[in-house]
């Protein structure tokens, strides 16, 4: 029975006997990438996959703005041997990736700024990568950034990284990687982050201090694992307190702003609450910009809201907030990170932590 060979080295492998044999002669251009995705009907990531073999091994080089040339065989193994220079040379950049879905929330931007500070101490650098909740541009920064040789990743997961393949790349060429904030169930991982159930919990236990008895709970998808520990700590203040837990005031959706606006709006028409929990920072401010043209009174509802919202000009509107020490979560990520590239090292078994740091209310 023939093995199955993946297409980009069957690519490889006739577009290099076609350079043996002349048919694409030394000094010449080779067809350009789109005609060659068609001819081998291939994405253009599973064709350059091939181009990247070939010019590992000599056979071609790329002119920016010009093509991509064949090699005479005379500098062939010149240009082998300046290739092999050039990976010994990502061998010896220290580099390690941080990836986050969305540099503008407040959590995301204070990670990275502690990370920074504690990898420039050990002499390594920092490469970013905003993907913008997209699976598949989480997908190709993990790829880039593994080709370039860096020795570890900085991950803070989303809804959909569980689609994302590269995970399982990582893991079988041993790179290590790091959760912050938000980990994948079955991937096995260091997680650094907060204590969700108890941010909830405090945040919840304040509000029923102020005299709150009909609290709503606005939040992200339940598949995350911030949301799912935030509403934990929810429901458990309410219980301690002899409160109902009433769905009807529950809301999961995408931690954007016009989720908040529209659950919080569709909410009030229905029924009369006293209080707001919301889990996520532009949630928050959809809540706000909602209450605010419906003409709610800041007296008349009480809100909690994890993280640091940023309200728009012109609304005020006076809210208790569940911060998270982001700073430390990224620079103990980093921390661990550097051991774990260390183990790798020396071939130790590793053994992963799960670190959850206390919230801040202010």
């Known amino acids: 029975m023939e093995q199955w060979v993946p297409n980009y080295l069957w690519i490889e492998k006739d577009l290099r006997k076609k350079i043996e044999k002349g048919e694409y002669k030394p000094g010449n251009k080779i067809p350009i990438e789109h005609r060659l995705c068609e001819k081998y009907k291939v994405s253009r990531a599973t064709l350059r996959k091939a181009l990247s ?23 062939r193994q010149e240009a082998t041997v300046i290739k092999g220079r050039e990976k010994e040379i990502k061998k010896l950049n220290k580099g390690v990736a941080v990836l986050v879905p969305c540099i503008t929330f407040s959590i995301f931007s204070g990670i990275v700024r502690g990370a920074e500070d504690c990898l420039r101490e050990e002499k390594y650098h920092l490469l970013l990568g905003n993907y913008d909740d997209d699976v598949e541009k989480e997908k190709e920064y993990m790829e880039s950034f593994a080709e370039r040789g860096v020795n570890g990743f900085i991950v803070s997961a989303n809804y959909f990284s569980n689609q994302n393949p590269y995970y399982d790349v990582l893991m079988k060429k ?55 520990g935030r509403f934990n700590g929810y429901r458990k203040a309410l219980e301690e307190s002899g409160l109902d837990l009433d769905k009807n005031i529950i809301r999961n959706g995408y931690a954007t702003e016009e989720f908040g606006y529209n659950a919080i709006k569709e909410i009030m028409r229905k029924e009369k609450i006293d209080g707001i929990f919301s889990a996520n920072e532009p949630i928050t401010i959809g809540i706000v910009k909602g209450l605010k043209e419906m003409n709610i009174r800041k007296e008349e509802i009480k809100i909690v809201s994890f993280d640091q919202p940023i309200l728009p000009n012109g609304i005020i509107y006076d809210i208790k907030l569940i911060k998270q020490p982001r700073y430390e979560i990224g620079k103990i990520a980093a921390k661990i ?16 932590k799960k670190i959850l740091l206390e919230p801040i209310i202010e």
């Open 174 to 228: 041993g790179i290590p990687f790091v959760f912050v904030d938000t980990p994948l169930e079955n991937v096995k991982a260091d997680l650094v982050a907060t204590d969700n159930i108890k941010g909830a919990y405090l945040g919840t236990k304040y509000l029923i201090s102020l005299g709150c008895k009909k609290i709503a709970f606005l939040s992200a998808l339940m598949t995350l694992y911030s949301s799912e």
């Open 53 to 75: 073999l070939l010019e590992s091994e000599g056979y071609i080089y790329k002119i920016t703005g010009k093509g991509t040339f064949v090699i005479s065989p005379d500098k």
């Open 337 to 352: 990170l550097l051991e774990r590239i260390k183990e790798r090292k020396r071939m130790i078994e590793t053994i992963y």
